[in-house]
């Protein structure tokens, strides 16, 4: 089986992947399954591809083991551009959100414009090593269009996935947190994802 590591230091975001990939021949490590911390990388890429390269290549460079990581960027239908928070869905005029604030902003905007149709555009690079390197980011990688709304969800919140309090599903009306966890490994990791590491001979 081939170990792979996921340079996330989101748990969430790590134990969808797990799952997501468990059918293929692939053991997905954690950040915390290694024996010392590697530096933080850059994510000052002006796109998910470019942040996910560099985090992917940090990593890499400091484990040299096979890596993978992604980014994502959300995207709003009938906003202008200065509303597009695009890669900084956390940072808002400069400001780093704590899970609250990011509530409140986006709440904020989906109460003032009415429910956000808004899409998660996301990236994927693996780096086997520096003469191996795998990307994707295109329609198939995508996100699904869903609803921002401005009413949370009253339920339990789990941590790491803070805008999903606030997403609503377009096909069945229910917020993301009260979907099956099966339906939400697929929104966070999407089938393109999958896909792709399908489609590589590791």
């Not at 083991?65 to 906003?79: A, M, R, T």
């Not at 990307?135 to 941590?159: H, N, W």
């Amino acid at each position: 089986m081939k170990k792979i590591l996921f340079g996330t230091g989101n748990p969430a975001k790590l134990n969808a992947m797990r799952r997501r990939l468990s059918e293929l021949d692939i053991e997905v490590l954690g950040l915390a399954d290694m024996d010392r911390e590697a530096p933080s990388p850059s994510e000052d890429g002006s796109t998910p591809l470019e942040n996910a390269r560099q985090k992917a290549l940090c990593y890499y460079d400091f484990y040299q083991i096979p890596v993978f990581s992604c980014d994502s960027g959300l995207y709003f239908e009938d906003l202008p551009q200065e509303l597009q928070p695009g890669i900084h869905v956390r940072t808002v005029g400069g400001k780093c959100l704590t899970d609250q604030e990011m509530l409140a902003y986006y709440g904020g905007l989906a109460e003032k414009y009415g429910n956000l149709r808004a899409r998660y555009r996301n990236a994927v690079c693996l780096v086997m090593d520096r003469e191996h390197i795998y990307e994707a980011m295109d329609d198939s990688t995508a996100s699904e269009v869903f609803l921002i709304t401005a009413v949370p969800y009253a339920g339990v919140r789990q941590k790491g996935f803070p805008l999903d309090s606030l997403s609503v599903s377009l096909g069945t009306g229910k917020y993301f947190y009260e979907m099956d966890r099966e339906r939400t490994d697929h929104l966070a990791v999407e089938d393109g994802v999958l896909n792709f590491f399908r489609g590589l001979e590791l």
